[in-house]
């Protein structure tokens, strides 16, 4: 991926050539008495009047109050050079006080000499404006197939990252009432589950991705960004395509228009030129109007849906820090069972949809989730695994959610899959877990002096420590600390990874068993089972870490000297 800087220019296009840019129609000529006042017919003043209501200094502010932003807050606003986002450029730019305003126009090389041409476009526009302006370039495969996708997902990682540059936290673009319906109807008919129907929200969270390239990205309403959570917002979800380029002719404004927007290979395209437009046909100009009144019942109703699952959310990972690189400590969640079980099943499907996709930046496909709500509520246990290559443990008493293991997906399915995946393409998927990997191909041990510490491959770090301290009840109950009694205890330590054969007793077994079998037993994945260091005074597992420590070295009352180990 490539990233360039800022992008001068000179002076605007001649807009009344017929170059790429979209020219203004003409002013309407003067039809009857000019006005004595200003020259202008009555026409001429009821179209000039909107368009000065549509950039008065305080539209803005209008247009932000609602959203809960700040009207005076710095922003970054997705500029395509079409009409939307030029009109959304120009009404920020006119207000007073005017904010800060970073506008960024992603290039995505698909379109040769028309895509330069709008970059320079927006260049001098912005220059025009006296407006920050940001170009950035990725390069995409123009195969058609998903191009829509991974445009959107591209569009979206080069809008947060130069927020991030800019030290901004809101992106504006230019979304408005038509794209809504069809996005709409795209979700309609592609079978989504209600949680993701009700099209375009007017503000959503921009989140630190679990996964760098989620399968449909088009399908969600929680986006993701690196590093950092962003708000993006769409102050003109109310507007009409029609009112927006109105008011831009009505100035005189030019914007440009994108060829691929008339090529009929792209499903939206394919529906906003014939689709649209038929059923306008067929049903009368009012149907349109009955399906945007639909969309705004959809989403009505979802709202209301979702503030009785609201409450119903994943908790961390079980001893995610014993089993994961820092990076991947929070991926996936754990929820129990029985609060999906109380819900009706209609609204229990409703929720784990919600749920999966706040995870997984994916919902599963119907089929999936329909075997999922069947096992959960028949009492069934085991692995399904769903789109992208995560995998769902339905346990007795709660649900496991786990990311995509850290091996090559790449025509697997996954041992423990007990249901085929609702995906099969999860090879394409860029995982993060090269730190992870780097860690299970060290099999030796590493030395922890006590005082000291140890960094292992994966950025964890376990720290020793010997103190002086009797009694036990004021030992750390966290599965991140352990404090063992440090009597003949051998030293140094040693730090490393689970090996065949391995056998432990913990604290309050009765007996000892296989370390694979404990780790079985208090939830573990097997996938991830080999990544749990173990912390050992001779050949004697001391600890666990981040699970729990050895019964043969736990503080009694009367011990003096502890040994307190942590994991970080």
Not at 165 to 191: C, F, K, N, P, Y
Not at 237 to 266: C, K, M, T, V, Y
Not at 350 to 367: F, K, N, Q, S, V
Not at 520 to 541: F, N, S
């Amino acid at each position: 991926m490539e990233t360039a800087g800022k992008v001068s220019a000179d002076r605007l296009p001649d807009q009344r050539g017929s170059c790429p840019f979209r020219s203004p129609l003409p002013r309407p000529r003067r039809i009857g008495a000019p006005s004595l006042a200003s020259g202008r017919n009555d026409v001429q003043a009821e179209r000039h009047d909107a368009a000065d209501a549509d950039f008065a200094p305080e539209r803005w502010e209008r247009l932000a109050r609602p959203l809960g932003l700040d009207p005076a807050a710095a922003c970054c606003i997705a500029l395509s050079g079409g009409a939307d986002s030029v009109y959304l450029l120009h009404l920020v730019a006119a207000a007073r006080p005017r904010p800060r305003i970073v506008a960024v126009h992603v290039d995505h090389g698909l379109r040769g000499a028309e895509s330069e041409a709008d970059a320079r476009f927006c260049a001098e526009l912005t220059t025009a404006l006296s407006v920050e302006f940001e170009l950035r370039k990725v390069a995409l495969e123009p195969e058609p197939a998903g191009l829509e996708a991974r445009a959107r997902a591209a569009r979206y990682r080069e809008l947060a990252d130069a927020a991030r540059v800019a030290q901004i936290s809101t992106i504006l673009t230019a979304h408005h009432a038509d794209d809504a319906l069809e996005t709409l109807i795209l979700r309609w008919v592609r079978g989504s589950e209600l949680a993701a129907l009700p099209a375009l929200r007017p503000k959503l969270l921009l989140r630190a991705p679990p996964l760098a390239r989620p399968r449909r990205p088009e399908g969600r309403e929680v986006l993701r960004a690196a590093g950092r959570t962003l708000l993006v917002a769409r102050p003109l979800l109310a507007l009409r395509r029609a009112e927006i380029r109105a008011a831009l002719q009505s100035r005189g404004l030019a914007w440009r228009e994108d060829a691929s927007n008339a090529d009929r290979r792209f499903a939206r395209n394919a529906l906003r030129l014939g689709l649209l437009p038929a059923i306008a046909d067929a049903c009368g100009p009012e149907a349109l109007e009955n399906l945007h009144a639909f969309g705004a019942a959809v989403a009505q109703l979802e709202d209301r849906l979702a503030a009785r699952t609201a409450p119903i959310a994943w908790a961390p990972p079980r001893h995610a820090a014993a089993r994961r690189a820092p990076a991947e400590a929070q991926l996936g969640g754990t929820l129990a069972r029985g609060e999906l079980l109380s819900l009706p099943e209609p609204l229990a499907r409703r929720a784990l949809a919600r749920l999966l996709a706040e995870a997984t930046g994916d919902i599963p496909h119907r089929a999936a989730l329909d075997r999922l709500i069947a096992d959960l509520f028949a009492g069934r246990t085991g692995w399904h695994q769903i789109a992208g290559g995560w995998r769902l443990q339905l346990r007795s008493d709660r649900i496991d959610l786990e990311p995509p293991p850290h091996a090559s997906l790449a025509g697997s399915q996954g041992e423990h899959a007990s249901h085929a995946g609702s995906g099969g393409d999860v090879g394409q998927l860029e995982l993060p877990f090269a730190a992870a990997a780097d860690a299970r191909a060290t099999s030796g041990s590493l030395a922890l002096p006590a005082p000291g510490g140890v960094t292992l491959p994966d950025g964890r770090r376990i720290t020793a420590d010997l103190v002086d301290a009797r009694g036990a009840q004021d030992v750390s109950r966290s599965p991140l600390v352990a404090e063992l009694d440090a009597r003949d205890l051998p030293l140094p330590l040693s730090v490393r990874m689970p090996r065949p054969g391995d056998r432990f007793r913990a604290i309050g077994a009765p007996g000892a068993k296989s370390l694979a079998r404990f780790l079985a037993d208090v939830g573990v994945p097997r996938h991830d089972r080999d990544q749990v260091p173990l912390v050992l005074a001779g050949a004697e597992i001391v600890w666990v870490a981040g699970v729990r420590p050895c019964e043969a070295r736990r503080v009694r009352a009367g011990t003096g000297r502890r040994l307190r180990l942590v994991l970080r």
